[in-house]
Every structure is written in structure tokens, then in C-alpha cells.
């Protein structure tokens, strides 16, 4: 591209680009497009970008365009990658200012130095660092806010590689530049105290910027989205402050054994703001949980307990052990205890208003996973957890006499008494093993939680949310069996609560009665659930179709899938309400994977409940097979690994094969050429086929089916060779003629693999089988394979089934399956009769 002639049509076309005429902009969008792999458009589009005389608009799409091209055409090897030449010049006109005056746009070229950085610093970009050093060192202030701007994102973006030789470069590159970075912090900070003291807001909040951007950089670390409630100054003290929890959590996370020193400190730091007076008033939200992940990590962190042989520790975790153990005294624990329990698990008043204005949401609010990390309720109970665990003998106490303060009924005009004991009765909840020899919890149940389960007063609702959460807790703890029948009795009237976060809440609670732990296993009985199967499906599937969430509808699904699934075929006479919805349902969450994966999940059980009734189903099943095992649709992303397993039940359970479960095996070529982590319920899906009619399917599919196979061959591991060669063998055993005509590609591998005395024992197995079956069941076949490799080997049919026969004898060790040992045995013995003198000797 001429650079003269060209920076005016580039120009004119971006500004075109920025238009709201979908007339003008369509066109110009595609001349940049076709310009994108031009030489020297790059360049062009630097020369614009940095032209701050040109309409914002336009120098931001040229800084994105840029940007893109960069993902797309820097690397060497990327079809249409920029020469070696012109990388350079852009290198190097990228870096020589750092002036721009819109703050979105300085970011972007920040972002973007930083993607060329990630490709080429250091090697073919040594001098970045050293210039960006020097910028910051300058006394403009704009051009020492971009280049710090420009440090923090290529120091995190080279700090995010994880290649070992990228990461010892990015090693050497820190080593030098951390103790600047680290003075650079300090100056910057001086800085903003003084003109704090000064009253100087405008150059403070400068500084307190580039303070930010030094501690980032010099730190790699993210910062956090927060929202100040006073002013962009208070945002920015935030945020600095976050980053220095930050900088401790890191520093504990990755070096336990040096922040042995630091212990002592950071536990009186956080406990003196979180469980004393002296943080009411200053604390924010943010920054609670940061302070509560250090405790939790240091209380909880292996390298600080000691072996259970003393001399067996290191003294590292045995000075970490007496520090933790000075500070975690009786008054201390106590203190930390109650205040978990009696402020930070207290239901908040924007919960409650979000439990009034929106209850699906709250109903469903997000507490797994990581989110102890970031959400102060989680990581709370986190706490609370890792530090009864700990120190359970001088906790239980404690959380039994708050218990044993809140007996009886509690006055509904009482709101902060319900709050307290919503707050007590989920520590008893979260601590339920560590009680289980504190706690009578059947009489306890019988004497005090199902008098208040009864409480229909609308204010009492907190509690038989909590109480009934508390249960389900307890249930694979310490709960009789004798008892379940009056506990389905009062789920089935919690589930006609008006409130419908109580009501929703008994899913989850049937969930766990449902959930398939050993414990929940041995316990649960069928004949007692019976007698309210019928009641509690219905109000079941009544709350699905109230509940509008998808979240909603998802946990709902779930529970309904565990109900079928510990009934089974008992479900049939209940399932036709929830039958007719379902369709309706896939077609309303379109636009909602996760809500089909559980619809998949849910169809899974239903079918598997059904059995060959199933086949009534054919009309909405297999479309919905179809297309979530399309790996031409993007919806298989999400749907495949469910889709999967739908079509193998369907197959299991359906009576005969028809010309639509023939139909949707078109999608499984695709499947097979994935060679994914679902290979293996593929190849029980092929199977699934041969058993329900070999010919049919073999007939329609043979030429596709062997072709993948022969592929699949080619690059998997021995363990893939085997399920290969088993769904051969299936095809063998189901139709002995057909079968082999139709694998006979793989079978000169096969026979080889026999020869030549395949060294893995499981391959050498299947190899026998495969060859033991078609020579006892289709030994003409057999005659023709052993003829044509013997023209391949250049030997005498004789000597060559000699070879065979020796290694087959010898091998028969590597056959550890009875049935496989008869079948070789019988394959041998049936060559007998014939008059092959080899044979006899």
C-alpha cells in the first residue's frame, strides 16, 4: 500500500465506518477488511491514531483495527502475516510518544503495545522496557501516566504467560526492574500524601493514579471494580487499599514460609477491623472479605501444621503453629465466633428487600464455587467453617449456648430476634458434622424445628426457609429413617407456602433428600416416598411453570431429574403434564443452553423411567438429539456431552430401530473426527445401534462408520485402539457376515498386529478376539484375508497361518476373560478338520 497515497483513501474510509448510515458504514467495513492483510496499512492506520487533530471517533476504530490485526497477522507463521520490516517501523513509532490526551484511546494503545509485547519482548523488542522506564521517570505528567499505563499492561500481559522459558525471561525481566517499580510506588505515594496534607484534591487525585498504576505494575496485579460512596477520591483509596490485601494474599498464597514474619501482624491487623470496634465505621465491603481470606488461609494453610510426629516437622510450620496458637486464644475465638455469627451471617436489608422485590433471584443466589473469594456472605461462612474446624472445642460451646438461647417459639414482631436465629441456625447448618455428637438432632427435630415449620404468620417465613435448610443439612448427618415420613408430610405442605422462596427452597431440599451420597443411599426408602409421589411431583412441576428465572427453572429441573431417578419406573403414571411442557420449554430457552442442559438432564431420567414407552417420545426426542449433537450448530458447545448421553439412554431403551433414530446417526461421523473426551459414549452409541438392528444400521452407515475408524486408528492411544476394535468385534458377533465385509479395511492391521506380536497385552486381546471370531463364525472370510496377506508378505499361506497360529499360542496369556479364552480356544480347535500339514505338526 503507497503510504503517500494511500493515508487520505484509509482515512475516508474509517471516517465512513463511523457513520450510523448502515449505507455507508457496510461498505466501508468491508474495504477495511479487504485492506487488512495490505502492506503498510498498518502503518497507515498508526499514522492516524496518532494524528490527534483527526475526530476521536475515527483515531479509536483505527486504534481497534490496529489492535485486531495485531491477534490476527503479527505472528510469523499467521497466513497473511505483516514482513519482518514493517513490524519494525511499527514497533517503533508505537513507543515514540506517549502524549495522547484521551483517556480511551491511551488505553488501547497500551492494550495493544501489550499484545505486541506478548509476541516479541524481548527478543525482537529489547529496548520497550528500558524506554518505558525512562518515560516514567520524566516530570511531564501526561506522558508519565501513559507510560505507567503502558508498564502495568505489559507487565501483566508477559506476567500471564505460561510457557517455562517465557516465564524465566519474564523472571530476569522483574528481578531488574521490581526494586524501581517498588520506589517508583513509594515516590508516587509520598506524593499524594503531601498534597492530601496540602489540600491540593487535583494533583492528589493524580497522583493517587499513578500510584495505582505503579502498585499494579510493579505488582501484576489486577484491580478490582469498585464503587466508592462518597467521592472519585474515595474510589481510588479503595482501590489502592484493595491492592495491598492483594499484595499480602499473593504474597501468602505463593510464599507461606516467608510470610511466617508477617503472621503475627496481618492476623491482629484483620481480626482488630473485622471483629472489634475499631473497623465500625471505616470498612468496606471488598476489603471485609480480603481481611477474611487472610485469616482463612493462614488458619488454614498446610504449611503451617506441624506432622503428627512432632519430630517429623519442619521448624518453618512449627514457628507458624505456636505463632497461631498464641493468637487463637479462648477470648479471641469466642469473640471471632459470635461476631461471624451475630453480624456478618445476619440477612442484610438489601436481602431482604431483594427476598420482596425479586425472589426467584434470591432464592438462587450464587454461593459455590470461588465466590467465598469475592462475595462477603460465602466467604463468611467459609470462615466460620475452616475456624470451627480448627478450633471446634472452644467453638462448639459457644454456638451451643447460642443455641440454647433462641428455644421456643420466637415473637414475630420480633425482627431482630428472627434475624438472630436465621443467623444461628445456618452456623448449625454449616457445622452439622463437626455437632454430630453434640446434638440430639431427631429430638431436636421433633421437639423444636417442626413446631416451627407450623408457624404460618407471613414474619416467620425467615425461619422456615432456615429450618428447613437446616434439615437438609442434618439429613445425611444424623436424621432416623422413622422420621422421613413426617418430614415428606410437612415438605408437602411448606410446598403450598405462599412465599415462593420457601416454597422454591423445598426443591432444593428434596435435592439433597435425593442426592446420591452413600449415606443417602442407605437410607432412603422407595415405599416411603411413594405414598407422596404423586403430591410432591405435582407441585413440582406447578413451580416450574410459575417460575419465569432461568437459574430458576434449572434448579427446579434438577430436582425433578432426582425424583425420577430414585423412583424410576414408578414415575409413569405422573410424568404426561411434564411430558406435554417440555417441548415448550426447549423452544422457549432458545437463547439459554444452560436451562437445555438441564431440560437433557431431566429427558435423561424420563427416559431411562419410561423405558421402551419412550418411543412416544420419538417426535420431540430426536429433533432435540439432532441438534444438540451437531457439531455444525454452536449450541453444541453446551449441549453435546447431554445431547450425547440422551441419545444412548433413547437407544438402550427403545424397542426397535426406526428410520428416525437411523437418521440422527448422520451427526456422529463429525463426532468421531472430533475424537473428543465423548469418544466413548460415541462408540457406545455405535454399539447400542448394532445390538437394536446390525443390518439396518450397517446397511446405511457401514461406508462412513469404517472410513472414521480407519482415521480414529491412525493417531490414538492403545486405549483407543481398543474401543475401536471392541465396537468391531460387537459388529462381528451381531452379524458375522456383514461385519467383516464391512471392517475388512481394518482387518490386514489386525492380522499384522497378530504376526508381528503386538506387545501391549489389552490390543494383542482384542486383536485375538476379533480374529477368533471371524474364524469360527465366517471362516471363508478368513481363507481370503489369510490369502491376501499372504501375497502381501510374500509367504506361503501355510507358513504365514503357522506364524499366526505360534503367536496365538503363545499370546493366549494376554487373554485374562474366560469368554475371550473359549472363544480363541474354539477358534483354534475348529481349524482341526482341515488338512493343513503345519496345522497337524
Request: net charge negative; proline share 4%; with cysteine.
Amino acid at each position: 500500500m503507497d503510504m503517500d497515497g494511500a493515508s487520505s483513501v484509509v482515512l475516508q474510509a474509517l471516517t465512513q465506518a463511523t457513520s450510523q448510515d448502515t449505507a455507508v458504514l457496510k461498505p466501508a467495513e468491508e474495504q477495511l477488511r479487504q485492506w487488512e492483510t495490505q502492506p503498510g496499512f498498518y502503518s497507515v492506520l498508526l499514522n492516524i491514531l496518532n494524528n490527534h487533530m483527526l475526530d476521536v471517533n475515527v483515531r479509536w476504530l483505527a486504534v481497534l483495527y490496529f489492535k485486531n490485526g495485531i491477534d490476527r497477522y503479527w505472528r510469523r507463521v499467521a497466513p497473511h502475516a505483516l514482513s519482518e520490516e514493517e513490524k519494525t517501523s511499527l514497533r517503533a513509532g508505537l513507543i515514540t510518544n506517549f502524549n495522547e490526551p484521551v483517556n480511551q484511546i491511551a488505553t488501547q494503545i497500551a492494550v495493544l503495545i501489550a499484545k505486541v509485547a506478548r509476541l516479541d519482548c524481548p527478543r525482537q523488542w529489547p529496548e520497550l522496557i528500558p524506554i518505558l522506564l525512562e518515560s516514567v521517570k520524566g516530570q511531564d505528567g501526561l506522558r508519565q501516566h501513559r507510560a505507567l499505563l503502558t508498564f502495568h499492561h505489559v507487565t501483566k500481559t508477559l506476567a500471564s504467560k505460561r510457557l517455562a522459558q517465557d516465564r524465566r525471561l519474564f523472571q530476569d525481566l522483574a528481578s531488574g526492574i521490581y526494586s524501581f517499580a517498588c520506589s517508583l510506588w513509594s515516590h508516587h505515594t509520598d506524593c499524594f500524601l503531601q498534597q492530601i496534607y496540602a489540600r491540593e484534591e487535583a494533583a492528589a487525585l493524580g497522583s493517587l493514579e499513578r500510584t495505582l498504576l505503579s502498585l499494579k505494575g510493579s505488582n501484576m496485579l489486577h484491580s478490582s471494580r469498585m464503587v466508592g460512596p462518597d467521592s472519585t477520591c474515595r474510589e481510588k483509596l479503595e482501590k489502592m487499599i484493595i491492592l495491598y490485601t492483594k499484595v499480602l494474599l499473593d504474597f501468602l498464597e505463593y510464599h507461606p514460609c516467608a510470610f511466617i514474619p508477617l503472621i503475627q501482624r496481618s492476623l491482629e491487623f484483620a481480626v482488630s477491623y473485622l471483629f472489634t470496634p475499631a473497623g465500625e465505621g471505616v470498612t468496606f465491603e471488598r476489603f471485609i472479605v480480603q481481611c477474611m481470606n487472610l485469616i482463612k488461609i493462614i488458619v488454614k494453610n498446610d504449611a503451617y501444621k506441624p506432622s503428627k510426629n512432632i519430630d517429623d516437622s519442619k521448624p518453618e510450620s512449627l514457628e507458624a503453629h505456636k505463632i497461631k496458637t498464641a493468637f487463637f486464644t479462648h477470648p479471641t475465638l469466642t469473640e471471632i465466633g459470635r461476631r461471624l455469627v451475630s453480624h456478618y451471617f445476619l440477612l442484610t436489608k438489601e436481602e431482604l428487600a431483594m427476598w420482596e422485590e425479586d425472589p426467584e433471584s434470591f432464592a438462587v443466589e450464587e454461593t459455590g464455587g470461588d465466590s467465598w473469594k469475592y462475595s462477603l456472605r460465602p466467604c463468611a461462612e467459609v470462615l466460620f467453617l475452616d475456624i470451627f474446624h480448627n478450633y471446634n472445642q472452644t467453638l462448639i460451646p459457644v454456638l451451643l449456648d447460642m443455641v440454647q438461647n433462641l428455644q421456643g417459639l420466637t415473637n414475630v414482631e420480633d425482627s431482630a430476634q428472627l434475624l438472630m436465629k436465621d443467623s444461628v441456625y445456618n452456623a448449625v447448618g454449616l457445622a452439622a458434622y463437626e455437632l454430630f455428637d453434640n446434638v440430639d438432632f431427631d429430638q431436636w427435630f421433633k421437639n423444636q424445628l417442626l413446631g416451627e415449620l407450623q408457624v404460618s404468620h407471613h414474619r416467620y417465613k425467615l425461619i422456615r426457609r432456615r429450618v428447613i435448610w437446616l434439615i437438609g443439612q442434618w439429613i445425611s448427618v444424623k436424621f432416623k429413617s422413622d422420621l422421613r415420613p413426617l418430614l415428606y408430610e410437612v415438605i408437602l405442605s411448606l410446598m403450598q407456602d405462599p412465599d415462593l422462596v420457601v416454597r422454591q427452597l423445598q426443591t432444593v431440599f428434596v435435592l439433597i433428600l435425593n442426592s446420591r451420597s452413600p449415606v443417602d443411599d442407605f437410607e432412603f426408602r422407595t415405599e416411603q416416598f411413594l405414598p407422596y409421589l404423586e403430591s410432591i411431583f405435582g407441585l413440582l412441576f406447578q413451580l416450574l411453570q410459575q417460575v419465569t428465572e432461568c437459574d430458576t427453572k434449572m434448579q427446579v429441573l434438577h430436582v425433578i431429574s432426582c425424583v425420577i431417578e430414585r423412583v424410576n419406573i414408578q414415575i409413569r403414571p405422573y410424568v404426561g403434564c411434564l411430558v406435554q411442557y417440555l417441548p415448550l420449554l426447549w423452544k422457549q430457552s432458545e437463547e439459554h443452553n444452560m436451562l437445555r442442559c438441564a431440560i437433557l438432564t431431566t429427558l435423561i431420567h424420563l427416559v431411562q423411567g419410561l423405558g421402551s414407552e419412550c418411543k412416544n417420545l420419538y417426535s420431540f426426542l430426536l429433533p432435540v438429539i439432532q441438534l444438540s449433537t451437531d457439531v455444525t450448530l454452536p449450541p453444541h458447545v453446551y449441549l453435546l456431552e447431554d445431547g450425547l448421553e440422551l441419545w444412548l439412554v433413547t437407544l438402550e431403551n427403545s424397542p426397535a430401530i426406526t428410520p428416525e433414530l437411523l437418521r440422527i446417526f448422520q451427526n456422529m461421523s463429525a463426532l468421531l473426527d472430533l475424537s473428543s473426551e465423548n469418544l466413548r459414549t460415541c462408540f457406545q452409541i455405535v454399539n447400542a445401534y448394532l445390538y437394536l438392528s446390525a443390518t439396518d444400521f450397517l446397511q446405511n452407515y457401514a461406508e462412513s462408520l469404517c472410513r472414521s475408524f480407519c482415521n480414529l486408528l491412525k493417531d490414538v492411544t492403545n486405549e483407543g485402539q481398543v474401543q475401536v476394535l471392541k465396537v468391531v468385534e460387537i459388529a462381528l458377533k451381531v452379524s458375522p457376515v456383514l461385519g467383516a465385509h464391512i471392517f475388512q479395511p481394518l482387518l490386514p492391521a489386525v492380522f499384522r498386529g497378530i504376526v508381528d506380536g503386538e506387545r501391549y497385552p489389552v490390543v494383542m486381546s482384542t486383536y485375538l478376539g476379533i480374529m477368533g471370531r471371524i474364524l469360527l463364525q465366517n471362516s471363508s472370510f478368513f481363507s481370503s484375508l489369510l490369502t491376501q496377506m499372504a501375497s502381501e508378505c510374500s509367504q506361503k499361506m501355510d507358513q504365514l497361518l503357522g506364524s499366526v497360529i505360534e503367536m496365538w499360542v503363545d499370546r493366549m496369556d494376554n487373554i485374562t476373560q474366560p469368554e475371550r479364552r473359549k472363544l480363541s480356544s474354539l477358534a483354534l480347535l475348529s481349524l482341526l478338520p482341515s488338512d493343513n500339514r503345519w496345522e497337524f505338526n
